[in-house]
């Protein structure tokens, strides 16, 4: 660790990203480029601080996951559903091994959210004037009647990494609006018959 900077005492694996597609649309280039994407990178980052946290004796790890990690979500996202699905148990087993070191390992799974990120991917795909229609649309699929804000995730995010959550290790928390009590449809079907999509 450079000197000067002192300890590590949180990691924030917040990366992430997938395109549509289910086992046949799915390339094997694909696959792998989304794997190491949201999966690989969490793993090596983790394996990185985790010495100089167990040296300390704490730090707190948390993976920014998706809904999509723990259900079907209503739409073909293949690679990046089994990703996903893959850090939440990543989570677990680096909870349970480091328990006994002070480090603990939670993951926040993610539902609809609005963020520059979808925006900016809403119009590439759907066109730029049709944006708001497709929030609004997604919007109405969430039960409290909204999308996630990034600061309902990131308020979420600084509570795990906190001495707040000291005795919560191994398990998830959903930002989500009550959307994993449910089974909801996914925007993508209505937004795309409207609007049509470019892969």
Known sequence: MPEG???????????????????LETTESGWTQTINLNLTSAFNCSKTVLPIMVKQGRGSIVNIGSLHGARYPGANMLGYCVAKAGLVQLSRCIAVEFVGDGVRSNTLLVGAADTPEFRRRFAERYGANNVETVMRIRDRLVPIGKCASVWDVANAAIFLASDESAHITGTELAVDGGALAVTIPSYMPEATRLFGAKT
């Open 5 to 23: 900077f002192g300890t590590i005492d949180i990691l924030v694996n917040g990366v992430g990203g997938g395109k549509p597609g289910g086992a």
